[in-house]
């Protein structure tokens, strides 16, 4: 089973956001990229299957600031192949762009499995997921929290709210938007990733230009207004306490 | 062409979505700048009672025993023949597991524009889609000549969107829907929970702010002086702290407490959507920017261990008193 995971990072949203002087685009002079979350869960549920299952794990990055970080803690974790794709990423790109630069490595490595992080933070022109299987025409199912294969043929666990699962069948070679994996991703020392730093290569392949159109075009961000702000209740915590409950009693649950 | 706005309704084993009536309330008013109709789009297999209180103009049905459940491949193929005839202004679908199948696939397909996560549409034809989070808002000029979206809760009312008088009903051809790739094999029924949170009156949230599985029983202990339980947003949920009938959010339960303590939960909108009917969210967060202060009614920006065991016994004391 020949499994490739797609990952990209994202503003880190503990950080603080702000919106750049052209008002159109945040501020990346002080932006902190982390991996997006859900295409963590990918890699994980990607290496769980070839833990079961047997396979190949290949990790496919566009070539941003802390790219490398991120494709040695997927070796660290168990990935086999790690592939860089280098371009004009660091400005920010948008989906169509980056499914596009995605397409051209993933029809060279022919998989049977492509999985993603199901949504980013960041999308505002769909997700890379379901935007790569319409490139490389393949099926694509999302939300996906479990995946069993047997004999070339995969099911799939689908959310839908309220709790409930669908169980999907999906025929081969297809794309997966991952919500989470079977388990939490695991955990891999410092010490371990320094060693993959090592013993691991990262392979690069170029994006053939970058094509970003049916992207919706951005003339203003900013910041959410609140609709109507929290009323801040103030003091140390012996002081909120005592706010917080008189307004248990108010409400009438004390 | 034509300058209506399509609206891809929603439904899950014989019920409406509510983001369906959202969408169609946005599709109103989308509606004002196109000088379109609200066209609802109702893809089902003997699914036109369906339609009864959909606030559309009129109602097109696709009929096809294969597309009697959602499944993306079979919803894909029918409604790009459909959109690719009648080329309408926008066609909106919901940004959940139903609507994020098809849409990004529809726009690559058919050679379209998406804009994701839309939140609001203003009469003059812009949008106002949110990122980060929820916290920022990304606004630009719905694109031409045919702009497909994808829609968030949270601009409008789901009344807004249901109307008393049944629209008129259309049929629509469906294409040939065969060699499928996706099917649906069947459905699972969430486990019953110990608890339901949907009918507790007094829910403790926990987030990623309570950092591990020990402490979730300083917020178990809270609850219980309170006469409530403890839920969670996903992380929780993902890391195994908690129980997946605890899940408060797009995934799990919607709730409506009288009381919703939100602690360390930041507030994105996968889980904003699920709590915004709640009489009173009272957060908990070091994060000045967390996008849970616009919804909440009462904050309190500070540590919630510095705060948690202060609050039990101060409940606890209330109550003895």
């Known amino acids: ?254 | 062409m034509n300058q209506d706005i399509y609206v891809i309704v929603e439904h899950l084993r014989g019920q409406v979505a509510e983001i369906s009536y959202l969408m169609l309330a946005g599709a109103r008013e989308l509606a004002k700048s196109s000088g379109g109709s609200v066209v609802a789009v109702l893809l089902g297999h003997n699914a036109q009672g369906l339609a009864g209180n959909l606030a559309a103009d009129k109602v097109l049905s696709l009929e096809h025993p294969a597309l009697a459940e959602f499944t993306s491949d079979a919803y894909q193929k029918a409604l790009a023949g459909l959109i690719g005839k009648d080329q309408p202004r926008a066609v909106i679908f919901g940004s959940t597991s139903i609507g994020t199948d098809i849409a990004s696939t529809l726009s690559v397909r058919l050679g379209l524009p998406l804009v994701s996560s839309c939140r609001t549409f203003s009469p003059d034809g812009k949008f106002v889609s949110q990122i980060c989070g929820g916290k920022i808002m990304a606004e630009g000029v719905l694109p031409s000549p045919t702009a497909l979206v994808t829609m968030v809760p949270g601009g409008y009312k789901p009344e807004q969107g249901q109307s008393a008088q049944s629209p008129a009903v259309t049929q629509a051809d469906v294409p040939a829907l065969e060699s499928l790739r996706v099917t649906l094999a069947g459905y699972i029924d969430p486990e019953a929970g110990d608890v339901d949170i949907a009918k507790e009156p007094v829910l403790v949230s926990v987030g990623r702010g309570i950092q591990n599985q020990d402490n979730i029983v300083l917020a178990e202990e809270l609850a219980a002086a309170l006469g409530g339980v403890v839920s969670g947003s996903r992380p929780v949920i993902d890391q195994g702290w908690l129980a997946t009938s605890r899940l408060v959010g797009k995934s799990g339960k919607h709730v409506k407490p009288k009381i919703y303590l939100a602690l360390g939960i930041s507030g994105a909108p996968e889980h904003a959507e699920a709590i915004t009917d709640s009489d009173a969210i009272i957060a908990i967060n070091t994060d000045p920017a967390a996008p849970i202060f616009n919804i909440a009614k009462y904050g309190a920006e500070m540590d919630i261990f510095e705060l948690i065991e202060v609050l039990t016994a101060q409940v606890k004391a209330a109550k003895g008193g």
């Open chain 1, 1 to 254: 089973m020949n499994i490739i995971i797609l990952a990209k990072l994202v503003p880190d949203l503990v950080e603080e956001l702000t919106i750049d002087p052209s008002g159109v685009a945040l501020d990346t002079a002080w932006l902190r990229l982390i991996i997006n979350e859900f295409d963590d869960h990918a890699i994980e549920q990607g290496i769980l299957l070839k833990e079961r299952g047997g396979g190949h794990v290949t990790v496919v990055v566009p070539d941003v600031e802390g790219v490398d970080d991120v494709l040695f803690t997927a070796a660290a974790k168990g990935a086999d192949r790690l592939i860089k794709i280098t371009g004009d990423f660091a400005g920010g790109v948008n989906n169509h762009a980056l499914a596009r630069a995605f397409a051209a490595v993933v029809k060279e490595l022919q998989p049977d499995l492509v999985l993603t992080g199901v949504q980013a933070n960041n999308d505002v022109d769909g997700s890379v997921g379901p935007l790569l299987a319409g490139c490389l025409e393949m099926p694509y199912v999302g939300y996906i929290s479990g995946i069993t294969l047997n004999d070339g043929k995969s099911k799939a666990r689908k959310e839908y709210p309220g709790g409930l699962i669908a169980e999907i069948e999906v025929a081969l070679p297809a794309v997966m938007g991952i919500q989470a994996a079977e388990q939490p991703p695991r955990y891999v020392a410092v010490s371990k990733v320094r060693q993959m730093m090592k013993t691991s290569a990262i392979e690069e392949r170029a994006a053939p230009g970058l094509d970003s159109s049916g992207g919706p075009a951005i003339d203003r961000m900013f910041q959410a207004e609140a609709g109507q702000r929290a009323t801040m209740l103030t003091g140390n915590a012996d002081e909120v306490a005592t706010k917080l409950v008189g307004i248990f009693k108010e409400l009438g649950v004390l």
